[in-house]
């Protein structure tokens, strides 16, 4: 079979897609997740945000995310070519809108991993967003992730941690997510979310 990923027969311009938020701490697993459901949903696609963060090995320019300069971030404010953007531990994160409004078109899913000050613009710009907080199963657990990733240093995963203390408590002001799923067992997490997905388009994910 072709990939048929990129055929005009792909693109549903009757109806749109679904804008899908995905928020939660540092090392609490959403990459893990967001691949899991880019996997299982039919046309989704993943929102390459643009950062001035460094890009870390594992990652590619473009893929995980578009890492560009503090004055080429700036300009793309001035421009207006973030649907949200936000601060995070000393640097800048931002949705592409134009990415986001080409999948929207054409009836795809389209993914967000952002965090809790992008998901309230997110919240007040698109109300049928759907916006999930991811919850670890508690604060040994998510160290643990935090250090699985061996991404950082012990200081930058305490401040990561700290960070993630005050996200959950911000993610369970009423009406900002519509639900908050608690990553204890992987599989069960994406089946959770797929049906939260299910539900919010009327249509098998
Ligand atoms: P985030 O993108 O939120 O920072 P990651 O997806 O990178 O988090 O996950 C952090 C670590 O936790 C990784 O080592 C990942 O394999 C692990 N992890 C993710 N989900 C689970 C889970 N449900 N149970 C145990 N470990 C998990
Ligand atoms: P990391 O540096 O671990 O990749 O991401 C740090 C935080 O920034 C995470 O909470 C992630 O969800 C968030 N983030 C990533 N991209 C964006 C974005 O485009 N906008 C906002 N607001 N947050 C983002």
Redesign the pocket.
């Known amino acids: 079979m072709p990939d048929d990923r990129t055929s005009p027969a792909d693109s549903h311009p009757d109806r749109r897609g679904l804008l899908l938020v995905l928020?939660g701490p540092?090392g609490v697993g959403?990459t893990t997740i967001a691949r899991r459901l880019l996997e299982s949903i039919p046309r989704a696609e993943f929102s390459v945000?643009a950062?001035t963060?460094p890009r870390t090995p594992a990652e590619r320019d473009g893929v995980d995310y578009h890492f560009l300069s503090d004055a080429d971030f700036a300009r793309r404010v001035d421009r207006s070519e973030f649907l949200?953007?936000?601060e995070?531990?000393g640097f800048r994160?931002?949705?592409l809108r134009d990415q986001v409004e080409n999948a929207l078109a054409a009836g795809r899913t389209i993914l967000l991993?952002?965090?809790v000050?992008?998901a309230r613009q997110v919240r007040d710009a698109r109300p049928d967003a759907l916006l999930i907080f991811i919850l670890p199963p508690g604060e040994a657990e998510l160290l643990d992730r935090l250090r699985a990733r061996r991404r950082e240093d012990e200081a930058a995963i305490q401040r990561r941690f700290a960070q993630a203390q005050r996200e959950i408590a911000v993610a369970k002001e009423p009406r900002l997510y519509d639900a908050l799923v608690v990553n204890d067992d992987l599989d069960q997490t994406v089946e959770e979310i797929l049906g939260l997905v299910t539900a919010r388009a009327g249509r098998g994910p």
């Open positions: 928020s540092s959403k945000s950062t963060r949200e953007h936000a995070y531990a994160y931002g949705t991993d952002i965090d000050q992008g």
